[in-house]
């Protein structure tokens, strides 16, 4: 460990502590609602309040994207799919990125079915036709919408696992580019009521299997469909269905206020949380900007 490190390791991390510490904010914590509404819970599996998610096709008047905007304010998800043959990136950037994980994947010595969640980082201002054309869209107000780089989940996995994104206001765009998933978005107040806990850059639930019993959008995303939701306020589970391996576009858009409360009053104020986007920052700089993680399967 060089001088430097060290003197940040054992300087900077205790000052930071302790002034987290004097604002009465905590590292590890777990979030749980201060007066949970009974009322508001759902007490068996048959009764639950799930929806399905509203459908459309793509956009073609200033209404149809009114009526959009409205549903992002409202936090309510909904999909866009667009016809078998108007793909809306080209196909062969999706294709490139396949032929991209299978070349590095043999590199590292792993086979194209070994089981990881995969995340590609492309270039922050990488074009996307139309749909930057769509995002523009529905957030017009924005020069610049993307709040971090565009990612690709990619990869042999069943399902990322429930979780909120750790990440300031946002709404995204998710574009399925190949094969299709199931999702489940619990609404926001629902969200906001279930007891979860900060890791890493996500909010996780306490206890999964308490979800059934609370409200939620769901819907299947197929191939050449693009999902709208607001995924650092609403907790949300992608499962991949049988059928092609999917590749799908995360692009995470500037939305101000769509963050879950302990995001902004906990998860983004501690160390952990500085360490680990330092760690994606440097893996997407220095390494191929493939991030494989096994965390969830
Ligand atoms: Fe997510």
């Given at each position: 460990m060089s001088m430097s490190c060290f003197n940040l390791d054992m300087l900077f991390k205790p000052a930071l502590r302790l002034g987290l510490a004097l604002k009465g904010v905590q590292d590890y914590v777990c979030y749980q609602?201060?007066?949970?509404?009974k009322k508001e819970h759902i007490g068996s599996k048959s009764d639950i309040p799930s929806v399905a998610m509203p459908m459309f096709a793509p956009p073609s008047t200033e209404a149809d994207l009114q009526k959009m905007r409205q549903l992002i304010a409202d936090d309510v998800p909904f999909l866009i799919q667009w016809p078998?043959?108007?793909?809306?990136?080209?196909?062969e950037k999706s294709q490139a990125v396949e032929a991209y994980l299978h070349k590095t994947l043999a590199e590292d010595g792993y086979k194209d079915d070994d089981e990881f969640l995969i995340v590609k980082f492309e270039k922050w201002h990488e074009n996307y036709g139309e749909l930057d054309k769509f995002v523009q869209g529905i957030?017009?107000?924005?020069?610049?919408?993307?709040?971090?780089w565009p990612l690709w989940f990619l990869g042999n996995y069943s399902t990322s696992g429930p979780h909120v994104d750790a990440m300031f206001g946002s709404v995204n765009v998710y574009y399925m580019a190949h094969g299709s998933k199931y999702v489940k978005i619990l609404t926001r107040a629902a969200t906001e009521r279930l007891p979860v806990h900060y890791k890493d850059d996500y909010l996780f639930p306490?206890?999964?299997?308490?979800?059934?019993?609370y409200p939620s959008y769901e819907g299947v995303l197929k191939e050449n469909s693009v999902l709208v939701f607001s995924n650092s306020a609403c907790l949300h589970i992608f499962e991949n269905l049988p059928g092609p391996k999917p590749r799908a576009l995360s692009l995470r858009l500037k939305y101000t206020?769509?963050?879950?409360p302990l995001i902004i009053e906990t998860a983004m104020c501690s160390w952990d949380y500085v360490e680990h986007v330092t760690k994606l920052i440097r893996n997407a700089a220095t390494k191929g900007k493939l991030l494989r993680t096994n965390f969830v399967k």
């Open positions: 609602p201060a007066v949970p509404d078998e043959d108007h793909p809306v990136i080209p196909a957030l017009p107000r924005l020069r610049h919408p993307r709040l971090n306490l206890d999964s299997s308490e979800i059934p019993k206020g769509k963050v879950h």
